[in-house]
């Protein structure tokens, strides 16, 4: 069972905004350890879509977002598009055990 | 441009030792600050951190996993390498190595590695 907690899917038509949530502890995203966010399409490795909480690497387009507050994060993608529907990740690091790095469980987005 | 690739056995038997290799470029471990770690992911299911190891060779592992992994690294030929021992069918996936860099920046492709007698 992963860390932190995600819906396992969610869904939008073309052009509408979605918000996927991720839900961790006070050992993580409640203790201030920054949240990353991956797309992962389909047969491919995870891409890097948001870091350090709200941050998105170049080439990213400003259609995703994040925020986080409290013990939780969220990932919102507006003007979905077909290319969205993808899996999607949180991530960040629990400092519980010793210390290691989470993931959520992962969320499908399907574009209607 | 940075650029990782992973390779390693496609099928293990159970009980035995799975032995994979992070081959990189673009940037070296011997750099204050660089790490890169060991994700896998079971077929359809979410992805699991395992471990990772810093350019200074501090090593860190999945409490759920540490005492059977090993992680170590040859920056001389930018090259990690992970080793799982006690292979067990619930292993199989597709092991990731990835720098990490404010998360993890930059993935290899993945090695699907299927454990099976």
């Known amino acids: 069972q992963a860390v932190l907690t995600q819906p396992p899917s969610v869904s939008g038509a073309p052009g509408q905004r979605v918000t996927i949530s991720c839900t961790g502890t006070?050992?993580?995203?409640?203790?201030?350890?920054?949240v990353q966010w991956y797309q992962q399409l389909p047969g491919t490795a995870p891409k890097l879509l948001i870091f350090?909480?709200?941050n998105r690497p170049s080439g990213v387009p400003d259609r995703f977002s994040a925020s986080t507050s409290g013990t939780s994060a969220s990932l919102a993608i507006t003007g979905l598009q077909a290319e969205d529907e993808a899996d999607y990740y949180c991530?960040?690091?629990?400092?519980?055990?010793?210390?290691?790095?989470?993931f959520g469980g992962g969320t499908k987005l399907t574009v209607l | 441009q940075i650029t990782l690739r992973e390779s390693g056995p496609a099928l293990v038997k159970p009980t035995q030792t799975l032995t994979l290799t992070c081959t990189f470029s673009?940037?070296?471990?011997?750099?204050?600050?660089?790490?890169v770690g060991w994700i896998r992911q079971p077929p359809g299911k979410a992805l699991e951190w395992l471990a990772l190891?810093?350019?200074?060779?501090?090593?860190r592992y999945s409490p759920s996993l540490k005492s059977r992994l090993t992680i170590a690294k040859d920056a001389s030929r930018n090259q990690v390498v992970l080793t799982m021992t006690n292979m067990d069918p619930v292993d199989t996936g597709t092991y990731f190595c990835?720098?990490?860099?404010?998360?993890?920046?930059?993935w290899g492709q993945g090695a699907l590695v299927t454990v099976s007698s």
């Open positions: 673009g940037f070296s471990l011997r750099t204050t600050g660089v790490a």
């Open positions: 006070s050992s993580n995203i409640g203790a201030d350890y920054e």
């Open positions: 991530q960040s690091y629990d400092t519980s055990l010793g210390g290691y790095w989470v």
């Open positions: 350090a909480n709200t």
């Open positions: 190891i810093y350019w200074n060779d501090d090593k």
């Open positions: 990835a720098r990490l860099n404010w998360g993890f920046h930059y």
